[in-house]
């Protein structure tokens, strides 16, 4: 196993995988140093000819940086392989946390596409194992650090659990240097500054979503840094649920932990470094707010979906959002429909206050004008209070931050 070094040259990283092989594999012939990544490759796949070979390049963008015709060696190396080995004795893992780069080396016009057997991507956490990390919190404290961490684990456990939500924002979103601003930069750092990627991202992280709204303000097209940003999963294109694919939708940032560094973070990262972060924190409560419901809305799709699994929801429903694109408008934070009919309308909102029978009211609007409805479609909601007992003798399902932190069978 052989980890890239950061800005490396191409001679350094070399002679480091030189080194990881001395100490790693006890062979009877290697070379004291590799001039070429096509030299080192091939070495790789004759030690492989008589006994099968495991070889894992960790951080392959560090070593794309350095060497930009690497991943043609690569594709040439796999090429020989599978033309004289059958079955290959050489196995080769590839691995790389900067997923704009990876994305682009596997993507139709990258040299490595077509060229995998598999490929795998590490998600972030979910809320429900974001709360076993964060075992000590009280569930709707679970939900604001899931908003401000997002599922990396690094970030949860960098949450100090015996302090209030706003002194863990003050430390590490508002402070110099802290781990939350800090990070947001790094993990856009990969996306491409050419062909519009990183204004497009800008753009939606600073609340542009319509994609003729985005290329008047990037000034150039949408549709080629959309489409690379949807790859990445740093974006993705909303429609109503059950809308053709035709349909106007919008670009969101899919990240929770993302979209709460361009809330609060991004417009702000100098001020922020040069020791101004309470006064904007301050300023900022308005957008944290804004920002918890964001998460709230999407935490209770998630939770639909999986408690449908679960066989507590219609099970063979698909679950999303739905607004009305003409008339009067209708927003329904979790639909769920089967066969083009709506067999589920549920309300999301991060209220203290236990939902009362005004909200049945408001649900019963809903379902009139969501489309084609059953006759008795289900009704719930997902609420940071709860909800009445009006409400649930109604027939309305509640569920709150102690049913979503739990993971259903």
Same mark, same amino acid.
């Given at each position: 196993?052989?980890?890239?070094?950061?800005?490396?040259?191409?001679r350094?990283q070399?002679?480091a995988?030189? *080194?990881?092989?001395?100490?790693?594999?006890?062979?009877?012939?290697?070379p004291?140093r590799?001039?070429?990544?096509?030299? #080192?490759?091939?070495?790789? $796949?004759?030690?492989?000819?008589?006994?099968?070979?495991?070889?894992?390049?960790? /951080?392959?963008?560090?070593?794309? #940086?350095?060497?930009?015709?690497?991943?043609?060696? +690569?594709?040439?190396l796999?090429?020989?392989?599978?033309?004289?080995?059958?079955?290959?004795?050489?196995?080769?893992?590839?691995?790389?946390?900067?997923?704009?780069?990876?994305?682009?080396?596997?993507?139709?016009?990258?040299?490595?596409?077509?060229?995998?057997?598999?490929?795998?991507?590490?998600?972030?956490?979910?809320?429900?194992? $974001?709360?076993? *990390?964060?075992?000590?919190?009280?569930?709707?404290?679970?939900?604001?650090?899931?908003?401000?961490?997002?599922?990396?684990?690094?970030?949860l456990?960098?949450?100090?659990?015996?302090?209030?939500?706003?002194?863990n924002?003050?430390?590490?979103a508002?402070?110099?240097?802290?781990?939350?601003?800090?990070?947001?930069?790094?993990?856009i %750092?990969?996306?491409? /500054?050419?062909h519009?990627?990183?204004?497009?991202?800008?753009?939606?992280?600073?609340? *542009? @979503?319509?994609?003729?709204?985005?290329?008047?303000?990037?000034g150039?097209?949408?549709?080629?840094?959309?489409?690379?940003?949807?790859?990445?999963?740093?974006?993705?294109?909303?429609?109503?649920?059950?809308?053709?694919?035709l %349909?106007?939708?919008?670009?969101?940032?899919?990240?929770?932990?993302?979209?709460?560094?361009?809330?609060l973070?991004?417009?702000?990262?100098?001020?922020?470094?040069?020791?101004?972060? /309470?006064?904007?924190?301050? %300023?900022?409560?308005?957008?944290?707010q804004? @920002?918890?419901?964001?998460?709230?809305e999407? /935490?209770?799709?998630?939770?639909?979906?999986?408690?449908?699994a679960?066989? =507590?929801?219609?099970?063979e429903?698909?679950?999303?959002?739905?607004?009305?694109?003409?008339?009067?408008?209708?927003? +329904?934070?979790?639909l769920?429909?089967?066969?083009?009919?709506?067999v589920?309308?549920?309300?999301?909102?991060?209220?203290a206050?236990?939902?009362?029978?005004r909200t049945?009211?408001?649900?019963?609007?809903?379902?009139?004008?969501?489309?084609?409805? *059953?006759?008795?479609?289900?009704?719930c909601?997902?609420?940071?209070?709860?909800a =009445?007992?009006?409400?649930? &003798? $109604?027939?309305?399902?509640?569920?709150?931050?102690?049913?979503?932190?739990?993971?259903? &069978?």
């Amino acid at each position: 196993m052989f980890t890239a070094l950061p800005g490396a040259s191409e001679r350094q990283q070399l002679e480091a995988f030189g *080194v990881a092989l001395r100490e790693q594999l006890d062979v009877p012939f290697l070379p004291d140093r590799f001039d070429r990544w096509d030299a #080192a490759l091939r070495w790789l $796949a004759s030690s492989a000819a008589t006994t099968p070979l495991l070889a894992v390049l960790d /951080e392959l963008p560090y070593l794309v #940086a350095s060497t930009p015709s690497l991943t043609g060696h +690569i594709q040439q190396l796999w090429d020989e392989v599978r033309r004289t080995m059958s079955p290959p004795k050489l196995m080769l893992v590839l691995t790389g946390s900067s997923v704009a780069v990876m994305q682009a080396m596997t993507s139709s016009d990258g040299a490595l596409y077509g060229r995998l057997d598999d490929e795998l991507r590490v998600e972030p956490f979910d809320l429900p194992a $974001a709360a076993e *990390v964060l075992d000590r919190l009280e569930p709707e404290t679970v939900i604001e650090a899931y908003a401000a961490c997002g599922g990396y684990p690094h970030h949860l456990l960098s949450w100090d659990q015996a302090a209030s939500t706003e002194d863990n924002l003050a430390r590490l979103a508002f402070s110099p240097g802290g781990l939350l601003l800090r990070n947001g930069s790094q993990l856009i %750092a990969d996306v491409p /500054e050419d062909h519009g990627y990183r204004w497009t991202l800008h753009a939606v992280g600073s609340g *542009v @979503h319509e994609r003729s709204q985005i290329a008047r303000s990037t000034g150039q097209r949408v549709q080629r840094p959309a489409e690379l940003l949807i790859r990445t999963n740093l974006l993705r294109f909303d429609r109503p649920l059950g809308a053709p694919d035709l %349909a106007r939708g919008r670009l969101e940032l899919t990240d929770p932990f993302l979209r709460c560094w361009y809330e609060l973070c991004w417009a702000d990262l100098e001020q922020i470094e040069a020791g101004f972060g /309470e006064r904007i924190a301050a %300023a900022r409560v308005p957008r944290w707010q804004r @920002h918890l419901g964001w998460v709230f809305e999407e /935490e209770s799709r998630v939770d639909a979906r999986r408690r449908a699994a679960a066989g =507590e929801l219609p099970a063979e429903a698909r679950y999303g959002r739905w607004w009305s694109t003409r008339g009067p408008q209708v927003e +329904i934070d979790v639909l769920g429909m089967v066969g083009g009919r709506t067999v589920l309308v549920g309300e999301a909102r991060w209220d203290a206050r236990p939902l009362g029978t005004r909200t049945l009211d408001e649900l019963k609007s809903k379902e009139r004008a969501a489309p084609d409805p *059953v006759p008795q479609p289900v009704l719930c909601t997902w609420s940071r209070g709860g909800a =009445e007992k009006g409400l649930e &003798s $109604a027939g309305v399902r509640s569920f709150t931050p102690s049913d979503m932190i739990v993971r259903t &069978s």
